[in-house]
């Protein structure tokens, strides 16, 4: 077996030598690992906005839908105030209600615990904000707007309505009316900021229930069938 014995260094200069050799290895190394991991860093935070993304377009879309049916939200508001106002005609067989879509955050908030939300650009981070801001309120907005829309069927029930039936349902139309202006609003504004700051545009493929333009006459069973609602409907 041979061994080899370190040899001495010979002066300063090839101390400072192996010195300089050894340091740049060790820089090396760590701006590597450094790399590597911004790489890391800036491949989650891609994979973050890309989920996000898919859940803004998949809540915009619900919301598109249900902008498409915004005249027959109206239509029908206008005409249940008239029935308490004149109660003429035949008693409503049917109300219905606006599509109701509960917007999903649990795409962004899994970018913030997991931290990638702070390597985007600060104009995405603002409009991921903005946007998701929206949706909260739209939630608390629909929240209401079935409630409302709940005491507004009570008109279909076989009894006379009182004055105090008639104020109460004076009051649910005026919240139903906010409530809409509310969701329509907010929606209009997290549609264009996802369009204009992320690129990401509302899921054309999302469709919910006509219930709300099912005319007033069609018996309860039979508006349920072409209000298409996959999970029924409220009385």
Known sequence: MHIHVPKPIHGWKQFFNE??????????ALGGEQLLEKWNEHHQ????????????????????????????????????????????GPRPNWVGRPQIWMMNSSAAEAARSYGSLTALPRDDQMAISDIYGGFTAINDYQRDEQLAWAELRSITEDRELTDSDKASLRQAIQRARLADWGVRINAAQAIAKARDALGATPDPDIVGSKSVCVAMTTPF??????????YGEPR
């Open 221 to 230: 069973d039979e508006a349920v069938k072409l209000s298409g609602s996959t």
């Open 45 to 88: 935070a891609d994979l973050s906005l890309a989920a996000i993304k898919d859940e803004i377009g998949s809540n915009t879309g619900g919301l598109k839908s249900r902008m498409a049916t915004e005249p027959c939200i109206q239509r029908r508001l206008d005409a249940v105030a008239r029935y308490i106002e004149v109660a003429q």
């Open 19 to 28: 010195v300089a050799v050894i340091t740049l290895g060790i820089a090396i």
